[in-house]
């Protein structure tokens, strides 16, 4: 069982909006604004999309935004192409001995 | 260009130890924190452990005392120690860079296979 709570799957359309949702607790995604968010297609290491809940590094497409409300963070991807199609993993630092925590990971379908 | 390069996978038997390596190349290796996650096939992605720019090290419980991560800086090179393997420790083990005090990892290798079978 992951740390943070993430919905299995997700679809949508071309030119449809997505969000994703990434629950946790305020030791973790309630308490820091250190969320972040990964992109992993089949067979390759995942690469970061977004950092400290709402910042994209460069080369990330500006479809791709974040948010966070309370111990709820949030991804939105706008747009959508087929390209997107992929595995999203959302990231928190924790104050605890485990520094690190992930979502259990979201499939997200393209139509 | 960035970039980090896992070795050192492979099959091992429950008890059995594995050294893990991370070859960066492309930047300060000594400017950035060094961490690895694993992921078991079809599972999601678990953090095992970091190393920071002066060498303190942080593991979660699931590992403490079995895995060891290192660095040499004068070789560019992220070490894990990994022993007394469990079945559970089956998975791809990723190297990830983090800027000195983040949390958010960029990049990535592209991941080493450690399958623990008897």
């Known amino acids: 069982q992951s740390a943070l709570t993430q919905p299995p799957s997700v679809s949508g359309s071309p030119g449809q909006s997505i969000t994703i949702s990434c629950t946790g607790t305020?030791?973790?995604?309630?308490?820091?604004?250190?969320v972040s968010w990964y992109q992993q297609h089949p067979g390759k290491a995942p690469k970061l999309i977004i950092f400290?809940?709402?910042n994209r590094p460069s080369g990330v497409s500006n479809r791709i935004s974040g948010s966070k409300s309370g111990n709820t963070a949030s991804l939105t991807i706008s747009g959508l192409q087929a390209e997107d199609e992929a595995d999203y993993y959302c990231?928190?630092?924790?104050?605890?001995?485990?520094?690190?925590?992930f979502g259990g990971g979201t499939q997200l379908t393209v139509l | 260009e960035v970039q980090l390069v896992d070795s050192g996978g492979g099959f091992v038997q429950p008890g059995g130890s594995l050294r893990l390596s991370c070859a960066a190349s492309?930047?300060?290796?000594?400017?950035?924190?060094m961490h690895w996650v694993r992921q078991s096939t079809g599972k999601s992605l678990e953090w095992v452990s970091g190393?920071?720019?002066?060498?303190?090290?942080y593991y979660p419980g699931s590992v403490q005392g079995r895995f060891t991560i290192s660095r040499d800086n004068a070789k560019n090179s992220l070490y894990l120690q990994m022993n007394s393997l469990r079945a559970g420790d089956t998975a791809v083990y990723y190297c990830?860079?983090?800027?000195?005090?983040?949390?958010?990892?960029?990049?990535w290798g592209q991941g080493t296979l450690v399958t623990v079978s008897s």
């Open positions: 305020s030791s973790d995604v309630g308490g820091y604004n250190f």
């Open positions: 400290d809940v709402t």
């Open positions: 990830a860079r983090a800027k000195k005090g983040v949390h958010w990892l960029d990049p």
């Open positions: 190393i920071d720019t002066v060498g303190g090290t």
């Open positions: 492309g930047f300060t290796f000594s400017d950035y924190d």
């Open positions: 990231s928190s630092y924790r104050s605890s001995s485990t520094l690190v925590v």
